[in-house]
């Protein structure tokens, strides 16, 4: 099926660090959502981006809706022990019309060292 | 209430066998969505549904799976004579009708088939 690409798949970080993950596609998106998933649930909605170009912080978190409509890149600073899960990226292709489905990046795994 | 509630948290089934999964979305959320997560956090999108009425069922596997949402009860995905390659997390959520707004998921249901 579909899919984004996310990177880095994985990566590991000392507490303090800033971390940036993104993801990419050859087709054009109107919203892109970034989520956090802890082992055992659900993905949970971090930022959610609806316009080209926008930028978007909630706490330490930043997100950006890329120009082109195509990527998408998400910004962890001064990281800490809680920030361990799966990220992941989705979006909602421009021609999907009505069509809520999302489409998925693989995740990226953090992991922090205390 | 507001969480997506999911049922049962674990199930096993011999191959072979039936297995139904339970989703009671957000009140007032009109979108409903399954999603299974494999393997390599891959999530693959299996049917949608707005209110009582399917929206899109192009991921779902129509010879084995089913769903429904009814009025007054939970939204119920069904597997009839699983598989092995059926073992994965499903996950349930749902979106409110208005606006391009992200998902809220449930905690997902883990099905083990043996």
């Known amino acids: 099926g579909q899919q984004l690409n996310q990177s880095p798949q994985s990566m590991f970080i000392q507490e303090g660090e800033d971390v940036s993950m993104n993801c990419t596609s050859s087709?054009?998106?109107?919203?892109w959502l970034w989520y956090k998933q802890e082992p055992g649930e659900g993905p949970v909605l971090l930022i959610a981006?609806?316009?080209a170009g926008e930028l978007t912080s909630n706490g330490r978190l930043t997100a950006q809706f890329g120009i082109t409509r195509k990527d998408s890149f998400l910004n962890i600073s001064a990281s800490i022990p809680s920030d361990v899960g799966i990220y992941f990226c989705?979006?909602?292709?421009?021609?999907?019309?009505?069509?809520?489905?999302?489409?998925w990046g693989l995740g990226t795994s953090l992991g922090v060292n205390p | 209430g507001e969480e997506v509630a999911q049922t049962p948290k674990h199930l096993v089934r011999g191959e072979g066998q039936k297995a139904k999964l339970y989703c009671a979305p957000i009140?007032?959320?009109?979108?409903v969505f399954w999603y299974q997560q494999v393997l390599k956090n891959e999530f693959k999108f299996l049917i949608s549904?707005?209110?009582?009425?399917?929206?899109?069922e192009t991921g779902m596997p129509k010879e084995r799976f089913s769903a429904k949402c009814l009025p007054n009860s939970p939204c119920s995905l069904e597997i009839q004579a699983t598989k092995l390659e059926d073992s994965a997390v499903y996950f349930c959520?749902?979106?409110?009708?208005?606006?391009?707004?992200?998902?809220?998921f449930g905690s997902g249901t883990r099905l083990t088939v043996v």
């Open positions: 959520a749902s979106s409110q009708f208005a606006g391009p707004y992200g998902y809220t």
């Open positions: 009140k007032g959320h009109s979108y």
């Open positions: 549904f707005q209110n009582e009425n399917v929206f899109d």
């Open positions: 087709s054009i998106f109107n919203t």
């Open positions: 981006l609806y316009k």
């Open positions: 989705a979006g909602q292709l421009s021609n999907a019309g009505n069509n809520r489905k999302l489409i």
